[in-house]
């Protein structure tokens, strides 16, 4: 049974370029979650998408982020012309339903480091 | 809106002690209350849940008891191991948005 599956586990990206992050769910599972978490802070939840809509992106910062969960393939968070800031674990969690006392399963994280 | 405090870390034990890590929410309703762990490197997992007042989750000798009249959920065991070191999340189920608090990092020293 693979469990949530993220992409890649460490990344660097200089000042200004674009960081991918992807994310395999759970197999079945159509919503999935993504949180961030800075260095020694708590999770901070960032965006909830279903397949292929976004139902709540009031984590995620209005500029240079998005979130994509298409109909095929893994989830994307996409971070444009990336800032220092932005270095961060990103986590990515999966559930069956949207309801919220179903245990959410989480991926390893990716970990951006910006340069 | 929804939120969750958990004590401030880090809290250091010698193996075989007691632990308590609290917790108290804040919340509209009636939400589903949860206890994540992260071990270093690695993503979360859950440790336990409970859904309602008064129900007690439990796991590898961890529990929690969901309390209404305190709004807390603190997490107890009776004797810590060097493996129970990582940082432990509280954290409440409301709707579909799943809110954690900052989380608290033990240590257990042999």
């Known amino acids: 049974n693979a469990g949530v599956m993220q992409n890649p586990r460490h990344l660097v990206r200089r000042r200004g370029q674009e960081a991918r992050l992807r994310c395999s769910p759970v197999k079945g599972h159509s919503h999935v979650y993504w949180y961030r978490q800075l260095p020694e802070e708590g999770l901070k939840f960032m965006v909830y998408?279903?397949?292929?809509?976004?139902?709540?992106e009031s984590g995620m910062p209005k500029e240079r982020f998005s979130a994509e969960f298409p109909k095929e393939g893994p989830s994307i968070l996409r971070i444009q012309q990336v800032v220092r800031g932005d270095s961060a674990a990103y986590f990515c969690?999966?559930?069956?339903?949207?309801?919220?006392?179903?245990?959410?399963?989480f991926g390893q994280g990716t970990r951006l480091t910006v340069v | 809106g929804d939120s969750v405090t958990q004590m401030e870390g880090p809290v250091t034990l010698s193996e075989e002690a007691f632990l308590t890590i609290n917790c108290t929410y804040t919340?509209?309703?009636?939400?589903?209350l949860f206890w994540y762990v992260q071990y270093p490197g690695e993503g979360l997992q859950l440790l336990l849940k409970a859904t309602k007042a008064d129900d007690k989750g439990s796991n590898k000798g961890f529990e929690a008891t969901y309390r209404k009249e305190t709004t807390s959920f603190h997490l107890e065991k009776g004797s810590v191991q060097v493996s129970d070191s990582a940082v432990y999340f509280c954290?409440?189920?409301?709707?579909?948005?799943?809110?954690f608090g900052a989380g608290t990092r033990l240590f257990v020293k042999a």
């Open positions: 998408l279903q397949k292929e809509n976004i139902i709540d």
């Open positions: 919340a509209t309703g009636y939400p589903s």
């Open positions: 954290a409440l189920a409301g709707g579909f948005k799943t809110i």
């Open positions: 969690a999966s559930s069956r339903s949207g309801q919220g006392d179903t245990e959410a399963f």
